[in-house]
């Protein structure tokens, strides 16, 4: 065990807190967790200050929603160029702001939102265009039904701080392209992303008061929004605390969409490309530090490769390089709160004390003044007695376990209350496909992983307590609106439908009729029964009550 490592493990329940938690007053205080640095202040909200933004944000959504889907889509793309600018400013804020690398706030956050303007503004007039529905028999075909597609009206987002511009970015977009209104809570530790973010979205030339950004303690805003009267409610964030969200929105019946984490599991198989397998772990597993819902945590190898896999994985890991965030040589920059590094060293404690070993582990920074920085490590026998193999790391570990059978990956891979994502590796892309298929997750990539959050044509969310509902692509956007059904009827013209009053025994009979017509396995039972019908038709064209 590296000197680094060992000194997190004595330490870790007396680690710093994070300035960004620190409270001035109705200030929150945001600070490098690099450096500690001061990057700024913002003003708490009250919540009369919420119930003026939702009261202020009903009224514009029902402006916005009034203008042409094509005026809409043209002031959304206002955006795109906003942010193809200031790229590198943006970058920059969410690095220093979150600790991650500039790399990683570019490439996963960034590049990806800029793809989701793009997509969303191309795609919104599909999404909600109505959609006919067939009839179901012929008794209906006077019916002509179709669905619609109506706006909550008032949505809260409340994002969480490991991905603080791009989580909230896709929903924001797709929210107001929509025709809803717009109000953000940004994680307390990245307040300035959340005002970065804003200054994008204002960019479009919105109605006054269509989309807010609101300052308060997380403990707070749920009360605050619910209590208030949006329309619906999308979460990213811990399952505790999604729990508890939905209990409080189930007492005003407010929908929620909830987002809240994954144990997500890898499994190798003995045709895998060993190369660009263990490169997906250093990706996935230690980018952003691993503070990824869906970044790798649980590597299931086969037990006639998982030597040459742990090999090549060592050397991966003890070249990675920790630093700052905003210096361009670095790999991975440091976690963004010093609770979350206290969480990772309990991880890893548990597991050494049941038998684990630390197999490798990445040096330290040539920074000795770097702040909330942690090494990726890489636990080897392991087993599922152990809190890294059942709970959420949010963290740069990952443990690997080899398998004998692809059925015992399969069951190992599902033993945990969660299932965000998952991944297979081989060189068959159909064994790959079977496999996945019978993982436990919402969202599984072949030879890949955590990827598909910045594809904004695939849904995002997860299985079991990974959350409820999905955010990106169509069903996604859908998610963003409520389904009305329109029907209308072709014989306008007619005084009643068949069925309508007054009754008698004759209508009895006729409607008898339609049943025996339409499903009975006798073709003279059933002409019989269409006659009975015919003979109450001419009731509906009569004017008599």
Request: proline letters at 5%; aromatic letters at 8%.
């Amino acid at each position: 065990m590296g000197p680094f490592l060992l000194f997190l493990l004595m330490s870790h329940t007396t680690v710093r807190t994070n300035s960004n938690q620190t409270r001035q007053k109705q200030q929150t205080v945001s600070s490098n967790p690099a450096s500690g640095d001061l990057l700024g202040r913002s003003m708490l909200h009250s919540p009369d200050d919420v119930q003026n933004m939702i009261r202020t944000a009903r009224s514009a959504q029902q402006e916005w929603v009034q203008l042409p889907i094509n005026i809409r889509i043209k002031k959304i793309r206002r955006i795109i160029h906003y942010i193809q600018k200031n790229n590198d400013q943006l970058a920059r804020i969410i690095s220093e702001d979150n600790g991650k690398t500039m790399m990683d706030a570019l490439a996963s956050e960034i590049f990806p939102s800029l793809i989701a303007v793009d997509y969303y503004c191309r795609n919104t007039k599909k999404y909600l265009k109505p959609k006919k529905i067939a009839a179901s028999n012929i008794f209906f075909l006077f019916k002509r039904s179709k669905i619609v597609r109506v706006p909550w009206g008032v949505i809260g987002i409340i994002a969480p701080w490991n991905y603080p511009f791009s989580i909230p970015f896709f929903e924001i977009i797709m929210g107001l392209l929509a025709g809803n209104a717009v109000i953000l809570k940004t994680a307390t530790e990245t307040q300035m992303v959340g005002e970065a973010l804003d200054r994008c979205i204002q960019a479009a030339g919105l109605p006054p008061g269509l989309f807010h950004h609101l300052y308060m303690p997380g403990r707070l805003v749920g009360d605050a929004l619910l209590e208030n009267g949006i329309n619906k409610l999308f979460f990213t964030g811990s399952v505790e605390v999604g729990k508890k969200l939905m209990a409080k929105a189930a007492a005003f019946l407010i929908p929620v969409s909830l987002e809240l984490g994954g144990n997500d599991a890898m499994i190798v198989c003995e045709d895998a490309n060993l190369s660009r397998a263990v490169n997906g772990v250093l990706w996935a597993g230690f980018q952003n530090c691993g503070q990824s819902c869906g970044g790798i945590e649980r590597i299931y190898v086969h037990e006639k490769i998982c030597d040459s896999f742990l090999k090549l994985l060592k050397e991966g890991v003890e070249s990675l390089r920790i630093g700052r965030g905003t210096d361009p040589d670095t790999d991975m920059g440091v976690m963004t709160t010093a609770a979350q590094i206290a969480e990772v060293a309990t991880q890893i404690k548990d597991a050494v004390e049941k038998g684990a070993v630390i197999y490798a582990e990445s040096k330290p920074p040539a920074d000795n003044a770097l702040k909330n920085c942690i090494p990726a490590v890489v636990l080897t026998n392991v087993d599922h007695s152990m809190t890294v193999m059942k709970e959420e790391t949010f963290g740069p570990l990952v443990a690997v376990m080899s398998y004998r059978s692809i059925e015992d990956a399969i069951r190992l891979a599902n033993d945990s209350t969660l299932g965000l994502t998952g991944s297979v590796w081989s060189a068959d892309r159909r064994k790959a496909e079977k496999i996945g298929r019978q993982m436990q997750a919402g969202v599984i990539t072949i030879n890949d992983h955590l990827m598909s959050h910045g594809m904004p044509e695939t849904p995002w969310g997860g299985f079991k307590n990974s959350g409820i509902g999905r955010c990106h692509g169509e069903i996604g956007f859908e998610e963003m609106t409520q389904p009305q059904v329109i029907v209308q009827d072709l014989l306008h013209f007619a005084s009643r439908n068949p069925w309508w009053h007054p009754y008698s025994q004759k209508i009895y009979q006729g409607i008898e009729g339609a049943v025996d017509f339409l499903f009975s396995r006798r073709i003279s039972e059933r002409i019989d029964g269409l006659w009975k019908f015919l003979k109450i038709v001419p009731r509906m064209f009569s004017h008599k009550l």
